[in-house]
Nanobody, 121 residues
Framework: VQLQASGGGLVQAGGSLRLSCAAS????????MGWFRQAPGKEREFVAR????????YYADSVKGRFTISRDNAKNTVYLQMNSLKPEDTAVYYC???????????????WGQGTQVTVSS
């Protein structure tokens, strides 16, 4: 499956952004979809994931209550709505697809190219 992330940009603290990730190549609904992020000098970390049907979601503690992951299987797209953004949310955000319901980075088989999110204070 090929993944294309978009929607990043520069925003002030407290603002919002919506990331999108369009998938192609295989049956989108067969995959658990996740968002991860990587800040300069840091390891890639889990942000959120949504299961195959979209019913079940899970978030990192650092974004819980501020970010919302969702998917539209008819459009082969997964979204990450980010509200109340903080400077520490600054990172490259990646979408990923996997077959397991997990937050382990290495368990996701397919990755998008990443989109930069910068939050100014």
């Amino acid at each position: 499956v090929q993944l294309q992330a978009s929607g990043g940009g520069l925003v002030q603290a407290g603002g919002s952004l919506r990331l999108s990730c369009a998938a192609s190549g295989h049956t989108f609904s067969s995959y658990v979809m996740g968002w991860f992020r990587q800040a300069p000098g840091k390891e890639r970390e889990f942000v959120a994931r949504v299961t195959w049907s979209g019913v079940s979601t899970y978030y990192a503690d650092s974004v819980k209550g501020r970010f919302t992951i969702s998917r539209d299987n008819a459009k082969n797209t997964v979204y990450l709505q980010m509200n109340s953004l903080k400077p520490e949310d600054t990172a490259v955000y990646y979408c990923a697809a996997g077959v397991r319901d997990t937050m382990v980075v290495t368990a996701f088989n397919y990755w998008g190219q990443g989109t930069q999110v910068t939050v100014s204070s």
